[in-house]
């Protein structure tokens, strides 16, 4: 029962350039979304999706891209990569009626 | 607006000592579900409770209780005997009925000594 995998766990780029976060459930569930979690500043909505083919900004959306073809993906990209950037990324998944499910997060680092 | 304050930053307990973790929320909306979770050394994030807006009973779960008052919005978060386990970050969070726009507080950082 694999819940929400996202990939790579640990990444580092150099400022400029891009990259892709991937993450995947395997629930089934409607919603997803992406934080940062930043020191002191709790979890931060990035991007969110309330099914496939329907995205919207969360929080913080400066900087990322999203899309969701499918109900089981939803990849976030960094279109150049800037070290205000540097954080930890978590994926979500959920539905009415249940708690956020977590992915393992990715912690990114641009220099 | 929406809004999750966890004023106590850090907090440092010796094993077996009780705690409590503060959560003050702000919102307009009548029906909204608060929740906790908890972020250990590994990093990853442990969903502990969901309480809807309509439901003020307060919870226990093992040494884990949770104190849901509206009137003062807050929902905070109390470890009875307290074990180097339970060091962790805690995050108390919120988002509207129908809505999974979640926000998150800024997290407490529970330190239990041995």
């Known amino acids: 029962n694999a819940g929400v995998t996202q990939t790579p766990k640990f990444q580092v780029l150099k400022t400029g350039q891009s990259m892709t976060l991937q993450c995947a459930q395997d629930?089934?569930?409607?919603?997803m979304s992406w934080y940062r979690q930043d020191p002191g500043m709790g979890l931060r909505l990035i991007h969110y999706?309330?099914?496939?083919?329907?995205?919207d900004q969360g929080e913080v959306p400066n900087g990322y891209n999203v899309s969701r073809s499918t109900t089981e993906d939803f990849p976030l990209r960094l279109l150049s990569a800037a070290p205000s950037q540097t954080s930890v990324y978590f994926c979500?998944?959920?539905?009415?009626?249940?708690?956020?499910?977590f992915g393992q997060g990715t912690r990114l680092t641009v220099v | 607006a929406q809004k999750v304050t966890q004023a106590q930053t850090e907090i440092s307990v010796v094993e077996k000592e009780d705690v409590t973790l503060d959560c003050v929320y702000e919102?307009?909306?009548?029906?909204?579900?608060l929740f906790w979770y908890k972020q250990p050394p590994s990093g990853e994030l442990v969903f502990l409770i969901r309480?809807?807006?309509?439901?003020?009973q307060n919870e226990i779960s093992g040494r884990y209780s949770w104190n849901f008052q509206k009137s003062t919005s807050s929902f905070n978060f109390t470890i009875t005997a307290s074990q180097v386990v339970d060091s962790a970050v805690y995050f108390c969070?919120?988002?509207?009925?129908?809505?999974?726009?979640?926000?998150f507080g800024a997290g407490t950082r529970l330190f239990v000594k041995a």
């Open positions: 979500a998944a959920e539905t009415e009626g249940t708690e956020a499910f």
């Open positions: 629930m089934n569930h409607e919603y």
């Open positions: 999706s309330v099914g496939a083919g329907i995205t």
């Open positions: 919102t307009r909306d009548t029906t909204y579900y």
């Open positions: 309480r809807n807006s309509f439901d003020e």
């Open positions: 969070a919120l988002n509207k009925w129908g809505s999974f726009k979640t926000i």
